[in-house]
Every structure is written in structure tokens, then in C-alpha cells.
Nanobody
Framework: QVHLTESGGGLVQTGGSLSLSCAAS????????MAWFRQAPGEEREFVAA????????YYAPFARGRFTISRDNDKKMAFLQMYELKPEDTAVYYC????????????????WGQGTQVTVSS
């Protein structure tokens, strides 16, 4: 079993930065891909970024590429999402997810989810 806890959300002005963290408690060994998704009010949940267990491969949604950076620290069992140049349209609840089998861009593949952290970007 994997439990995920996000932190780091908050209110920021347009053009600002935020760093999200995801702490994972893992009940058994495994090679988990980690990802961030987000969901804005009235919208479908969408993929943001993903990273493989090794950290060598990352995937980004087009809107995230160049502004967001996903990383992980396996020793600390944590994943991170650094966000720069934030825009009002980035306002959403951001979720951390884990997949026992690698990193994908499909939310259906992820077995474990955190509760989410709110990111609000004011104009």
C-alpha cells in the first residue's frame, strides 16, 4: 500500500513560483512511477508531469513543458513539482499519483493518489 501526501500549494500572483512536494509512505518495495495531475473547478483532471523510478525519464504536458519541473528523491521517498511563471489558468487542485509499473501520462494507470493541494494564481 502506498500513501501519498501533497504539500506546498497556496496563493501566488501571476508570474510567481511554487514548489509542490509529495511524501510517499510505501508499504512494500516496488518501482513506482510518480506523476502530478491537476483538476480545475468544472474541468476534467489532466496530466501535468510524470517521472520514472530512476528519474532519468520525465514527461510533461505541453502547458507544463518549460515552466514546470518534476523531480524525485527516492531515499526520502518524495516527489516534487517546481512551477515557474504561473498563470491564472494554472489554478487547480494538484494531485500526486503513484503507479507500480512505471510512469505514464494516463491517470487510469495510477493506483495511488494523494488528497491534493490547492494552487491559486491571482491575476
Amino acid at each position: 500500500q502506498v500513501h501519498l501526501t501533497e504539500s506546498g500549494g497556496g496563493l501566488v500572483q501571476t508570474g510567481g513560483s511554487l514548489s509542490l512536494s509529495c511524501a510517499a509512505s510505501i508499504g512494500r518495495a516496488g518501482s513506482y512511477g510518480m506523476a502530478w495531475f491537476r483538476q480545475a473547478p468544472g474541468e476534467e483532471r489532466e496530466f501535468v508531469a510524470a517521472i520514472t523510478w530512476s528519474g532519468f525519464t520525465t514527461y510533461y504536458a505541453p502547458f507544463a513543458r518549460g515552466r514546470f519541473t518534476i523531480s524525485r528523491d527516492n531515499d526520502k521517498k518524495m516527489a516534487f513539482l517546481q512551477m515557474y511563471e504561473l498563470k491564472p489558468e494554472d489554478t487547480a487542485v494538484y494531485y500526486c499519483a503513484a503507479h507500480d509499473g512505471g510512469a505514464t501520462m494516463n491517470d487510469d494507470d495510477y493506483e495511488y493518489w494523494g488528497q491534493g493541494t490547492q494552487v491559486t494564481v491571482s491575476s
